[in-house]
Each structure stands twice: as C-alpha cells, then as structure tokens.
C-alpha cells in the first residue's frame, strides 16, 4: 500500500482565497482524521469520520472551515475563505478500528501558506 | 477528557548518550498511550503503543518506553542517542476501545551533538 496520500504537498495562496486539501487513505481503513499543526498550538485534530461519516468536528475552528468524505476513499479539507491564521501543515491520517488501538498512519502533510 | 503532558520541549544528548522523554498522562479510565516520531518535512511516525498488555513496551530504533500508572507516566527511553534519532518525539493517549481519536502532547524536539 502507498500510504496515506494527500495532494498538495505545498500550497501558497493569497488571502480570501479557497483552499482544497485532498486526502486519500489506506485502502480498507474505517477512520480517517484531519489534523493542524502550528507552532503556536502544536498538533490539533480537528475533525475524524468513521465509515465516511463525522464523527467530531468539534475542532473545526470556524465556518470557514469543512471537511467532507464522499467515499472510504477520498476527503477534503476546504478552506473559504483563507486567512493568513490558517498558515499551518494540515495532516491527514487514517486508522483501522477492528485492529484495536487505534494506531494512525499520517500522510506526509500540506503545507499551507496564506499570504 | 484525557490529556498528555511532555515535559521538555527541548532536549538535547550527546552522541551514545542515554536518551529520556517524559510523558505523564491523565485519564479518567485506562488509556491507550503512543509515542510517535516526525523527521523535518514528513508526517508523524508510529514509535511504539501500550494497550495494557506489558507494562514496558519496545518499539522500532531501539526505543522502549514504561508504563507506570502509579506514577501516571509512559517516558521513552533509548539506551544510546544515534546521530538519525533527532526529530520530534510525540506523546499522545487515547480511550480504550479502537477508532477513537488521539490527543497528542505539544512534543519534544531531540537533538543529538556529536
């Protein structure tokens, strides 16, 4: 299996512009998260779905932000509009749940810059 | 809620050195715990976990870490520091019972000098 893929790896945008960050998991993994990383506030989760569903979403900071998973194999975390705030690395992971503790396997993140 | 602390956000040895990381959580039932690491520019490896089977765990590269519920800690350790071990090291616990999400401590980057 080639992991957990996201695309971009890198992206820079301007301000008040929309963000897609586009995330697909291992093949046959039920939970999928969407975390932040900054160097403010470290490691946020800030969204999970369970067979394409949300879970939480309690740590979607505001309405700018959403996610969705329209199939076990493909999310999206979008951004509209962005804030020069959301400049951080968006991590996607994903984890099976009938293998017990829930151990995840990230991707290797998207950077954002929002100028 | 369950939480980890790490204390030190900075830790630096010397090459064969004894390599310590602290981690203490809190949990209202038995957690699961981890340890993760991330290299500059990549996403966050999986280092080792207790699921409340042995209380001391070994993970890849070396490292092992103990869970201590008297003490409610689950330090890493590694007997020898290796130049590639630097990165940063992440603590993080979730609720027993699979799929539930991870809380992760605000990590300690580890820095090795020859």
């Known amino acids: 299996d080639a992991g957990v893929i996201q695309s971009p790896r890198h992206e820079v945008t301007e301000m008040g512009q929309e963000v897609t960050l586009r995330c697909k998991p291992i093949s046959g993994h039920d939970y999928l998260f969407w975390y932040r990383q900054t160097m403010m506030r470290g490691l946020e989760l800030l969204i999970y779905f369970n067979n394409n569903v949300p879970i939480d979403d309690s740590g979607m900071p505001e309405d700018r932000f959403s996610a969705k998973m329209p199939n076990a194999s493909f999310s999206t975390l979008k951004i509209q509009p962005s804030e020069p705030r959301d400049s951080a690395v968006y991590f996607c992971?994903?984890?099976?749940?009938?293998?017990?503790?829930?151990?995840?396997?990230f991707g290797a993140g998207s950077r954002l810059t929002v100028l | 809620a369950q939480s980890v602390t790490q204390l030190g956000s900075h830790v630096s040895v010397s090459e064969g050195a004894l390599v310590l990381l602290r981690c203490n959580y809190s949990s209202s039932v038995p957690p699961y715990l981890f340890w993760y690491v991330q290299y500059p520019n990549q996403g966050l490896q999986l280092l080792l976990k207790y699921t409340s089977a042995a209380t001391l765990v070994k993970g890849i590269n070396g490292f092992e870490a103990e869970f201590k519920k008297s003490e409610t800690s689950f330090h890493l350790t590694k007997p020898s520091a290796h130049m590639s071990d630097a990165a940063e090291y992440f603590c993080?616990?979730?609720?027993?019972?699979?799929?539930?999400?991870?809380?992760f401590g605000t990590g300690t980057q580890l820095k090795v000098e020859l």
């Open positions: 993080a616990v979730s609720l027993t019972g699979g799929g539930n999400k991870l809380t």
């Open positions: 992971a994903s984890s099976l749940s009938a293998a017990g503790a829930n151990v995840l396997t």
